[in-house]
């Protein structure tokens, strides 16, 4: 399986962009997809993730109320919706699949929030 993030930008504080993290494989609904961020200079950081058994989702403290993460099973796509966006939410953001021990990673997608 493929996976190819798309959807970032430059956006103003407060304002939002919507992340889709798109799959190659018919299987995608067995995948628990997780979208992580990583600035410069720092580490990876988990922002959010849907479960594949029940779309469980779970959330960064730092995102909670913010950021929501969807699955459209139809499209074979995971969105994130990123709602009153940060200067801190700056990073390149990717999207990772796992299945069993298998994870596989996005190219990632720039996400730049000015102040």
């Known amino acids: 399986v493929q996976l190819v993030e798309s959807g970032g930008g430059l956006v103003q504080a407060g304002g939002s962009l919507r992340l889709s993290c798109a799959a190659s494989?018919?299987?995608?609904?067995?995948?628990?997809i997780g979208w992580f961020r990583q600035a410069p200079g720092k580490e990876r950081e988990g922002v959010s993730c849907?479960?594949?058994?029940?779309?469980?989702?779970y959330y960064a403290d730092s995102v909670k109320g913010r950021f929501t993460i969807s699955r459209d099973s139809a499209k074979n796509i995971v969105y994130l919706q990123m709602n009153d966006l940060k200067p801190e939410d700056t990073a390149v953001y990717y999207c990772?699949?796992?299945?069993?021990?298998?994870?596989?990673w996005g190219q990632g997608t720039q996400v730049t929030v000015s102040s």
């Open positions: 849907i479960v594949s058994t029940d779309n469980t989702t």
């Open positions: 494989t018919s299987t995608f609904d067995d995948y628990t």
């Open positions: 990772a699949g796992g299945i069993g021990s298998r994870v596989v």
